[in-house]
């Protein structure tokens, strides 16, 4: 297949809602960024772009959360991701927003074109409306109760707790969160996307033509949706938030996000083609680009089915590969920013990068891990313990270890420049590890057009690793002690050492896709611009030259210790308590009652609320706060994991009866599953206490 004219990279479009965690990171733009500056380090013609979703019910909902308005919620989530991006090494060419006026012009168009074409349909349906707000009902405005699982609290489009995906009809008892009342169905008019018009092109671009070449998630998400039979799509909705709807009788309407975000990716290369001097429409319209969409596994469906029949519509290129992830959790748990068990990147890089104990290279050690365990094929799982591995194990014992040796003994037994080599003498072992290195640029070259980021990584890693074992065996610090008797012996320890050098300079390149500062670390050591690490050069033995003066070592990466990563699990254990106990506990004396929205009868019945006995409690290992109980509910005994060590010791509540929720779904906590919730009532200092009856009574007994 011939190699691509220019490539045009994209990241999903983040909301700009709120802080965004690790997962976000691991799914979509560290493999992005890895990819554009491989590209790029090839010398190819590459735009990588992305930017801040700002529209959709996400960002008002945000602006009430936090007593503010939508403006000012994007003006300061948008600066602060783009800055996260930068910390974190991810090197967009342009980060763009929904936001600018380009944008909404470029949105607008978009839908001018496919409304004038016939393309669109429009259809009037009945929706939920708030009477007393006066307002249509997003999704996203509507709770209720959840069909699958009975949680009291899901929205509209989704479930929170079981993650199942919903519509505002399917909830029941739906009320509106805008007045807490029951929304009525009335009619309004939007315009439609006819998804089911292209179901015979997207079964044959999809599941025949990439077939071969996309991840099977991808396809598999794709096909079930496919053969499910697709439905037209609303492109338009009733909200005051958004790129307003460019027709006259459109008014009180903005386009759906989902409409509006992709083409974000368009209209930020606009923008990128004003700052640069260049056109962007070649990046669009020129078949010869190749267009690739990283995104996470929530966003198949848009970026595969739904963006390309609207760029198929418009006139543009299609996506060449959409290399989609599943999703990371955290110590054994989902990552949830509703429950506070999520790493932010903004608490990693105050944690890691500003507070000097490593700076940017920690950056790297969070890029390293993060591709390590890669979610490319299925969910995976970022441990603290395996975090500090990967970095003590890995980039400071093998990577970081190999690099200082052999900086060490050049400036220890050869004068701190490059010596020479001496194909006299040369022996298999040479050979071997020169044939290793050649090889292995090789090997990264494929995986990483293939998107295997995690396999191409190991591969480098790997060389490091041949690294060490060659100079091991060849043991120049004891080939030194002969040089007294035997002058002749230099030679056999210039060999090692020159092609330790140049095997450190293959690295560098290698690794920098990956590890951008490290690479540049490696440079600034090795005194070579940082031209050196286009790959063109990986493989090569004539990196360095004979004679050139390095400079002295530096340590690429530090330990990290285990109070570190106790610090880390303590903090996120923490904050994950202090919310669950925002959410669970009953407050009996708090100096301003909120009041929440009127119930029927029938939803108070749905909760289980009966007598049990705490027959034993005992610390959570390494956490503070938790406490593991077991409770006599009479019928049987169950452990529920409550965040109330701080106010009673194991001792003073064994014994005690309580009231337990019993039918609340199971959840880990700290690796422990609790099956269920103990009531408490906090005073107005902040105190805890059980809510039990006067008198002792069975366990099992119902409380009504």
């Given at each position: 297949?011939n190699?691509?004219?220019?490539y045009l990279i994209t990241?999903?479009?983040p ?5 965004k965690?690790?997962g976000h990171l ?15 380090s090839?010398k190819r013609?590459v735009v990588f772009?992305?930017?801040s ?9 945000q602006?009430?959360k936090?007593?503010t308005?939508?403006?000012a919620i994007?003006?300061?989530y948008?600066?602060?991701?783009e800055?996260n991006f930068?910390?974190?090494?991810i ?8 936001s600018d006026?380009?944008h909404h012009?470029t949105?607008q168009e978009f ?9 669109l349909?429009i259809k009037?349906?009945e929706?939920y409306?708030d009477?007393?707000a006066k307002?249509f009902l997003a999704d996203?405005y509507i709770?209720?109760?959840c069909?699958?699982c009975s949680?009291?609290?899901?929205y509209?489009d989704?479930c ?5 995906s919903?519509s505002?009809?399917e909830?029941?008892?739906p ?8 929304p ?5 008019k939007?315009?439609?996307?006819p998804l ?6 997207l079964?044959?671009?999809?599941l025949n033509e990439?077939a ?5 998630n ?9 053969d ?5 799509r609303?492109?338009?909705r009733?909200?005051d938030?958004?790129v307003?709807v460019?027709?006259a009788?459109a008014?009180g309407?903005?386009?759906?996000v989902w409409?509006?975000?992709p083409?974000?990716?368009i209209s930020a290369t ?12 070649p990046?669009?319209e020129?078949?010869d ?5 990283f995104?996470g ?8 089915i739904i963006?390309?029949v ?11 590969n959409v290399p989609?992830?599943?999703?990371m ?7 949830s920013t ?5 790493l932010?990147?903004?608490d ?6 500003n507070?000097?104990?490593?700076g940017?290279?920690m950056?790297?050690?969070l890029?390293?891990?993060?591709t390590q365990?890669?979610?490319?094929t ?5 441990m ?7 970095n003590n194990?890995?980039?400071v014992?093998?990577?970081g270890?190999?690099?200082n040796r052999?900086?060490?003994l050049?400036?220890k037994?050869?004068?701190?420049k490059v010596?020479?080599?001496?194909q006299?003498?040369t ?9 290793e290195?050649?090889?292995t640029?090789?090997?990264?070259t494929g995986?990483?057009?293939?998107y295997?980021f995690?396999?191409?990584?190991f591969e480098v890693?790997?060389?490091?690793r041949t690294?060490?074992?060659y100079?091991?065996?060849k043991e120049?610090w004891?080939?030194a002690k ?7 012996a230099?030679k056999?320890?210039d060999n090692?050492l020159h092609?330790?050098?140049?095997l450190t300079a293959?690295?560098?390149i290698?690794?920098?896709p ?5 690479a540049k670390?490696?440079c600034?050591?090795m ?5 050196m690490?286009e ?5 090569s ?5 004979v004679?050139?003066?390095l ?6 990466f530090?330990k990290?210790?285990d109070?570190?990563m106790?610090e880390?699990i303590e ?5 994950s ?6 959410q669970?506990?009953?407050s009996?004396e708090?100096?301003t ?6 119930i029927v009868?029938?939803?108070f019945?749905?909760?289980?609320l009966?007598v ?12 503070d706060?938790?406490?593991k109980l077991?409770v006599?509910?009479?019928?049987e005994?169950?452990t529920?994991?409550?965040g109330i060590a ?8 064994t014994?005690?009866q ?8 199971p959840r880990?906590?700290?690796?422990i599953?609790?099956?269920g919730m103990i009531l408490m009532a906090?005073?107005a200092?902040?105190k805890l206490h059980f809510i039990n009856?006067?008198e002792?009574i069975?366990?099992g007994?119902?409380?009504?």
């Amino acid at each position: 297949m011939n190699q691509p004219k220019r490539y045009l990279i994209t990241a999903a479009l983040p909301y700009a809602n709120g802080q965004k965690h690790i997962g976000h990171l691991a799914g979509a733009y560290l493999p992005a960024d890895i990819y554009a500056r491989y590209l790029k380090s090839q010398k190819r013609d590459v735009v990588f772009v992305c930017g801040s979703d700002e529209h959709g019910t996400a960002i008002p909902i945000q602006a009430t959360k936090e007593g503010t308005t939508a403006r000012a919620i994007i003006d300061k989530y948008h600066p602060l991701m783009e800055q996260n991006f930068k910390d974190l090494g991810i090197a967009f060419d342009i980060y763009h927003r929904t936001s600018d006026p380009l944008h909404h012009e470029t949105a607008q168009e978009f839908f001018t074109k496919l409304n004038n074409n016939g393309d669109l349909e429009i259809k009037e349906s009945e929706q939920y409306y708030d009477e007393e707000a006066k307002s249509f009902l997003a999704d996203r405005y509507i709770k209720g109760t959840c069909p699958n699982c009975s949680f009291d609290s899901a929205y509209g489009d989704q479930c929170e707790r079981c993650g199942k995906s919903l519509s505002p009809d399917e909830l029941i008892n739906p009320v509106s969160t805008l007045s807490g009342k029951a929304p009525v169905k009335k009619p309004t008019k939007h315009w439609y996307l006819p998804l089911d018009r292209h179901e015979a092109f997207l079964r044959e671009w999809i599941l025949n033509e990439h077939a071969n070449d996309w991840r099977a998630n991808v396809l598999g998400q794709c096909k079930s949706w496919i053969d499910g039979g697709l439905q037209p799509r609303a492109v338009t909705r009733d909200l005051d938030w958004g790129v307003k709807v460019p027709l006259a009788d459109a008014e009180g309407k903005v386009l759906y996000v989902w409409f509006d975000a992709p083409i974000g990716y368009i209209s930020a290369t606009k923008q990128w083609a004003i700052n640069t001097g260049n056109d962007w429409k070649p990046y669009w319209e020129d078949k010869d680009t190749k267009l690739v969409h990283f995104i996470g596994k929530d966003n198949i469906v848009f970026h595969c089915i739904i963006f390309p029949v609207m760029l198929k519509l418009h006139g543009n290129i299609l996506p060449a590969n959409v290399p989609s992830n599943e999703f990371m959790n955290l110590e054994g748990d989902k990552m949830s920013t509703s429950r506070n068990w999520k790493l932010d990147m903004q608490d990693y890089i105050n944690d890691f990068i500003n507070k000097e104990n490593g700076g940017s290279q920690m950056a790297d050690v969070l890029r390293y891990y993060l591709t390590q365990i890669a979610p490319e094929t299925k969910d995976s799982e970022f441990m603290w313990k395996g975090f500090q591995d990967a970095n003590n194990s890995e980039l400071v014992s093998i990577f970081g270890n190999f690099v200082n040796r052999t900086f060490v003994l050049m400036h220890k037994l050869c004068g701190g420049k490059v010596p020479a080599f001496h194909q006299d003498i040369t022996d298999e072992l040479d050979q071997f590890t020169i044939t290793e290195i050649k090889n292995t640029a090789v090997k990264v070259t494929g995986l990483l057009e293939e998107y295997k980021f995690r396999e191409a990584m190991f591969e480098v890693i790997n060389l490091a690793r041949t690294g060490n074992q060659y100079m091991q065996k060849k043991e120049p610090w004891i080939v030194a002690k002969r040089l007294a008797e035997d002058p002749a012996a230099q030679k056999s320890i210039d060999n090692c050492l020159h092609i330790c050098l140049q095997l450190t300079a293959n690295l560098a390149i290698l690794i920098n896709p990956f590890l951008p500062f490290t690479a540049k670390k490696m440079c600034h050591m090795m005194k070579v611009v940082d031209k050196m690490l286009e790959w063109e050069n990986a493989g090569s033995m004539k990196l360095l030259s004979v004679g050139y003066t390095l400079r002295a070592p530096e340590l690429l990466f530090r330990k990290i210790e285990d109070s570190e990563m106790m610090e880390q699990i303590e903090k996120l254990n923490a904050a994950s308590v202090k919310k669950e106990t925002e959410q669970s506990v009953v407050s009996s004396e708090q100096k301003t009652v909120t009041v929440k929205p009127e119930i029927v009868f029938d939803d108070f019945a749905k909760i289980d609320l009966k007598v049990g006995t705490i027959v034993a409690a005992e610390k959570v290992e390494k956490a503070d706060k938790l406490l593991k109980l077991q409770v006599d509910l009479g019928f049987e005994t169950r452990t529920i994991v409550s965040g109330i060590a701080m106010h009673f010791s194991p001792e003073e509540i064994t014994g005690k009866q309580v009231t337990v929720v019993t039918n609340l779904a199971p959840r880990k906590m700290r690796g422990i599953e609790s099956n269920g919730m103990i009531l408490m009532a906090e005073d107005a200092n902040g105190k805890l206490h059980f809510i039990n009856p006067e008198e002792k009574i069975h366990p099992g007994s119902g409380v009504s």
